[in-house]
T-cell receptor, first 113, second 118 residues
Framework: QKEVEQNSGPLSVPEGAIASLNCTYS??????FFWYRQYSGKSPELIMF????GDKEDGRFTAQLNKASQYVSLLIRDSQPSDSATYLC?????????????FGGGTRVLVKP | DAGVIQSPRHEVTEMGQEVTLRCKPI?????LFWYRQTMMRGLELLIY????????DSGMPEDRFSAKMPNASFSTLKIQPSEPRDSAVYFC????????????????FGPGTRLTVL
């Protein structure tokens, strides 16, 4: 079992709809969770981080964390064609020295006009 | 503020040659990470440093790979000798470390070096 798992997609979403991305992780002691967006040929860029159970909203993005169920999700409201990218979930793995993150394989999102 | 700087942006070399990738982290960041990204394996952590000291190099594929961080503003990743299977995009990222509450802090990625080994 991979430490951080994501559905590879592609997740096809009509423009204006909500895109829902999920990520599960194996280490119950993980404390820090990040969502990165990566456009083709570019480097990952941070969208959001979340540390506590519940929802965290930032503009059109909402991150949801459920530590009991070991999943973190990202909602993109009012999806735009410019949101078409690969979304990477990253989790710190307890027991790793320092501040190491483990990344999931990413979910490719396609927003169709 | 300048972000993470990597050079070169593209490198094409022949099998057996030495390759050196360079990274300048964001000023003031305490942690530096080297990643490799391929279609097959995704984003893999190779090695990371805290305060210029290597902390975890378990992701380094084999002895052909080595990394150094001689000071807080510079790091290198060297592959010697290079092989075609080393072809990938290599990212450097830096992070402040941990925030005031002890949470793992955000990593900021450089633009990457696209390496092609023929």
């Amino acid at each position: 079992q991979k430490e951080v798992e994501q559905n590879s997609g592609p997740l096809s979403v009509p423009e204006g709809a909500i895109a829902s991305l999920n990520c599960t992780y194996s280490d119950r002691g993980s404390q820090s969770f990040f969502w990165y967006r990566q456009y083709s040929g570019k480097s990952p860029e941070l969208i959001m981080f979340i540390y506590s159970n519940g929802d965290k909203e930032d503009g059109r993005f909402t991150a949801q964390l459920n530590k009991a169920s070991q999943y973190v999700s990202l909602l993109i409201r009012d999806s735009q064609p410019s949101d078409s990218a690969t979304y990477l979930c990253a989790v710190n793995i307890l027991g790793a020295a320092g501040n190491k993150l483990t990344f999931g394989g990413g979910t490719r999102v396609l927003v169709k006009p | 503020d300048a972000g993470v700087i990597q050079s070169p942006r593209h490198e094409v070399t022949e099998m057996g040659q030495e390759v050196t990738l360079r990274c300048k982290p964001i000023s003031g960041h305490n942690s530096l990470f080297w990643y490799r990204q391929t279609m097959m394996r995704g984003l893999e952590l190779l090695i990371y440093f805290n305060n210029n000291v290597p902390i975890d190099d378990s992701g380094m594929p084999e002895d052909r790979f080595s990394a150094k961080m001689p000071n807080a503003s510079f790091s290198t990743l060297k592959i010697q000798p290079s092989e075609p299977r080393d072809s990938a995009v290599y990212f450097c990222a830096s992070s402040p470390g941990r925030d005031r509450r002890g949470n793992t802090d955000t990593q900021y990625f450089g633009p990457g070096t696209r390496l092609t080994v023929l």
